[in-house]
């Protein structure tokens, strides 16, 4: 990269940080503005990233220098900030999910359209060095024919989680629960790695905590090349366990945990397999990301994607795909039967 990029911030919150000490990680990008509702964070956050503190969405959007919005602010804001944003010319990376409906999502889309700049999606499981590896196997056929899938996220978040915020455990700005928010990483992963989902039959439920939205859901995934999946997420699972997937096809299975690889039996490399096991993550307890190493690798992709006119590792158009999954997964629930998803979905 040629020359300083200039980023503000949209959020003032435990993501927020993160997305300001990735940035401030890397030598070409500076942080320049913070926006938040909470002034007292904005100030506190404003103050340790040398960054101007605003208030005001639209004053803040048209603070300069500035090229780069990265929206860390409740879900449901984040069409109507992008928006802004790209009212301004500026380009936009925003944290998963891209918004809280497929609709919303559309309506974004003719918005970035029309004023030519790029966004990028906040899931950096996608740039996360094993997972990539994997991908590229998977391409290759080292797992053979793939035929099941199995996804827990089975985290724990205390009441205060959720009680203490405005916004959280929310249709309106939260767009659900353990789905929306917590699992869909998962889900994104899932669509990455296996492809689309072509129908799922679900059932979400308020286990554990007083909120308007699901804390626990499971879900029966059939994917459009053949294979099936279980996928459960959940914020009741005292004390918080880590995130694991496995994959299996006709020549062999890997298993996830957390953000890494850690078994490979496979078929034709029969010295691939590892018994290791990831240390226990933070994200299973708790909200906040210790290590922005993997926000980081978004944001580096991103600026790279500007340099060069490519579009970023993970767009509208993939943005998309978990919430149509996570939209399909709801309705099934309410409904008490199988949705069958379109292929665009």
Not at 28 to 49: D, F, P
Not at 97 to 121: C, F, K, N, S, Y
Not at 248 to 267: A, F, H, K
Not at 322 to 341: C, F, K, N, T, W
Request: charged share 20%; with cysteine.
């Amino acid at each position: 990269m040629s020359s300083i990029r200039h980023l503000g911030i949209l959020g003032a919150g435990n993501i927020s940080d993160t997305h300001a000490r990735a940035a401030a990680s890397l030598p070409n990008v500076r942080v320049s503005a913070i926006c938040g509702a909470n002034q007292t964070r904005v100030a506190a956050m404003a103050e340790r990233y040398g960054a101007t503190p605003y208030l005001d969405v639209d004053a803040f959007v048209r603070h300069r220098p500035l090229d780069i919005v990265a929206i860390g602010s409740p879900s449901g804001l984040h069409g109507a900030q992008v928006a802004a944003a790209a009212g301004q010319g500026l380009h936009v990376l925003v944290e998963k999910p891209l918004e809280v409906t497929t609709a919303r999502i559309d309506e974004m889309a003719a918005i970035v359209e029309r004023a030519g700049i790029q966004l990028g999606v906040f899931f950096q499981d996608r740039s996360t060095p094993d997972f990539v590896a994997l991908k590229r196997d998977l391409e290759a056929g080292a797992l053979g024919r793939l035929t099941l899938a199995d996804a827990r996220v089975k985290w724990y978040r205390p009441p205060e989680y959720y009680s203490q915020s405005r916004w959280r455990g929310t249709w309106a700005l939260d767009g659900g629960g353990a789905l929306m928010n917590q699992g869909i990483h998962t889900a994104d992963l899932l669509l990455w790695l296996l492809g689309d989902v072509r129908r799922v039959y679900a059932k979400a439920v308020t286990a554990l905590h007083s909120i308007e939205v699901e804390d626990t859901v499971v879900a029966v995934l059939e994917f459009a090349s053949g294979a099936v999946g279980t996928f459960e997420a959940t914020t009741a699972a005292w004390p918080g366990y880590n995130r694991r997937v496995s994959l299996s096809g006709t020549s062999g299975t890997v298993v996830i945990e957390q953000d890494r690889v850690i078994r490979q039996d496979l078929r034709d490399r029969p010295d691939a397999g590892s018994s290791e096991s990831a240390a226990a993550g933070a994200s299973a307890a708790s909200p906040v990301v210790a290590d922005a190493s993997a926000h980081r690798r978004v944001l580096e992709d991103f600026l790279d994607a500007l340099d060069t006119g490519r579009p970023p590792r993970v767009g509208l158009r993939e943005g998309r795909r978990s919430i149509a999954l996570a939209e399909a997964i709801y309705e099934s629930s309410r409904r008490g039967q199988p949705v069958d998803l379109t292929a665009a979905g």
